[in-house]
């Protein structure tokens, strides 16, 4: 079993910057794929990054590329999601999700924190 907490959201301007972190417990985080997801108010949740076990593969939506990064610490068993050039588009609830197999931009992952929210205000 993986228990995923988030932790890092709050309220910005547009134009700023947050990093987003997720810590994972469980057994042997380094061979988990890890993905950020969010959820926009009335919308669907929405693949945003994602990346392999060993960090060697990163991939993102369009919608953010060349502003948020994605990255892991396997020493520290977590992911972050550094986000810059924040709109107010970009305001959702940020999900971390996990798998041992599943490297997808599909919502297939096994595990899922709860969550944490990021405002963006104009």
């Known amino acids: 079993q993986v228990q995923l907490v988030e932790s890092g959201g709050g309220l910005v301007q547009a134009g700023g910057s947050l990093r987003l972190s997720c810590a994972a417990s469980?057994?042997?985080?380094?061979?988990?794929?890890m993905a950020w997801f969010r959820q926009a108010p009335g919308a669907e949740r929405e693949f945003v990054a994602a990346?392999?076990?060993?960090?060697?593969?990163?991939y993102g939506a369009d919608s953010v590329k060349g502003r948020f990064t994605i990255s892991r610490d396997n020493a520290k068993n977590a992911v972050y999601l550094q986000m810059n050039s924040l709109k107010p588009d970009d305001t959702a609830i940020y999900y971390c999700?996990?798998?041992?197999?599943?490297?997808?931009?599909?919502?297939?992952?096994?595990?899922w924190g709860q969550g944490t929210q990021v405002t963006v205000s104009s």
């Open positions: 999700a996990a798998d041992y197999a599943t490297w997808t931009r599909r919502n297939e992952y096994a595990y």
């Open positions: 469980g057994r042997a985080f380094s061979t988990l794929n």
């Open positions: 990346i392999s076990w060993s960090g060697g593969r990163t």
